[in-house]
């Protein structure tokens, strides 16, 4: 398709690599299949450490981070570098071949800095929200203060430089209307639906469950609000009750190390495997042997109002899903899930121990996730919603 030909995209993702960013390169891909031209900034990270290179027709200029950040002068460091390095391949990349666009992907809420100088040249600001910095700063460090009131700020100047924004939810598209005052019209909801053709089902490969029964799974990154330490609690209570379990967590991220030897401290280590950053090959695998997927986010409003990309992958796998009760997570899963009391580590173990003992619920579910993915939730469907948006910048009829 060439709806979009001779037009260039540039887009700028700073806490991931691509095409690691499952949701990034999947926009990446469709907008190229549309005819555009696309180039990507991006952060070196483990397993990506090229500084330039093509995948797919699609340039990837990856800048290096001094280091992954933790606590305020650890953010103002990664933010300062990231900026450095994305002000100067930007440069880069337009003087080489011009773009049309800026596709701002936070956190953090600072691209708009990138944006603003191109905007002299005609180049359009999209803000893909991706994260509601305000409220992720408060599930980190619960305060407020200076550097919540510059979060709010700097998500502000965001949206007053963006052209257009992108939602991932309707509840961010709430947010984008009341603190960052954009014009509903402006605002175009496109979810983080699951690409089919990288979910595949396969059969179960036992030599994850480590000789046990049933497998529980879990796939994210491993840092603070994402509540690993809240699922140790429910596995330490499940291994008292009974020994056929095995947990299989997938991930990397800033506390990785940490709760590897928290899992050491509890007398885990027999029954929680934790495999780190992986292949997309390697976690599906994993995923398609588990009987239970599980999303232990933490009750902070931040969760609450997100979409996770893992509820999604764990229902085009067919997986039924435990989770703690959080709006979006509910309007993602439905039916496809149970709900534990939010916080409540041995409620949240016991809803996995009944889905393990009911085997024909938990076909149910999978059957449900499975079909509400197909029928409304894929890429085939959300990808739409960004090539209509597209369509409108470059006013293309």
């Known amino acids: ?38 180039s990507v900034i991006c952060p070196k990270m483990n397993g990506y450490q090229s500084s330039h290179e093509i995948i797919n027709g699609i340039e990837i200029y990856r800048h290096p981070l001094p280091l992954e950040a933790r606590g305020a002068a650890g953010y103002l460091l990664e933010y300062s570098c990231a900026l450095f390095w994305e002000f100067l391949l930007s440069w880069k990349i337009y003087f080489k071949k011009r773009f049309h666009v800026i596709h701002g992907c936070n956190p953090p809420d600072l691209i708009f800095l990138v944006a603003l100088c191109f905007k002299f040249f005609g180049v359009t600001y999209i803000f893909d929200h991706h994260d509601i910095n305000p409220e992720l700063y408060i599930a980190k460090y619960n305060k407020k203060g200076i550097f919540y009131k510059m979060m709010i700020l700097f998500e502000r100047l965001t949206f007053a430089t963006a052209s257009f924004s992108i939602a991932t939810n309707e509840s961010y ?41 049933f497998l529980i799974g879990y796939v994210g990154v491993i840092g603070e609000q994402e509540g690993i330490d809240l699922l140790l609690e429910s596995a330490k209570y499940i291994i008292s009750q009974r020994n056929d379990i095995q947990f299989a967590i997938v ?30 090959d390697l976690m599906v695998a994993i995923l398609n042997s588990a009987d239970v997927c599980v999303n232990p986010d933490k009750p902070t409003e931040m969760n609450n109002l997100s979409t996770m990309n893992k509820i999604m992958e764990y229902m085009a796998l067919k997986k039924p899903i435990v989770q703690y009760d959080l709006k979006e997570g509910r309007f993602s899963a439905q039916e496809a899930s149970l709900y534990a009391i939010s916080g409540d580590t041995r409620d949240f173990a016991e809803k996995i121990i009944y889905l393990i003992d009911n085997p024909e619920l938990r076909v149910k579910m999978g059957n449900y996730a499975y079909n509400r993915v197909i029928n409304e939730l894929s890429w085939d469907y959300e990808s739409l919603k960004l090539i209509n948006l597209y369509s409108r910048i470059f006013n293309i009829k």
């Open 1 to 38: 398709m060439s709806r979009f030909k001779n037009r260039h995209i540039l887009i700028i993702v700073e806490n991931l690599p691509v095409p690691f960013d499952r949701r990034v390169w999947q926009e990446a891909n469709t907008l190229k299949e549309f005819g555009a031209k696309v």
């Open 173 to 213: 598209k709430k947010i984008a209307m009341a603190r960052g005052k954009m014009d509903e019209a402006r605002i175009q909801v496109v979810r983080s639906g699951p690409k089919l053709d990288r979910l595949k089902l396969l059969p179960r490969d036992n030599k994850y469950l480590k000789g046990r029964k």
């Open 251 to 280: 991930g990397g991220g800033s506390d990785l190390e940490k709760l590897k030897h928290l899992a050491i401290r509890m007398d885990l280590s027999a029954h929680v495997d934790f495999y780190g950053r992986v292949t997309d």
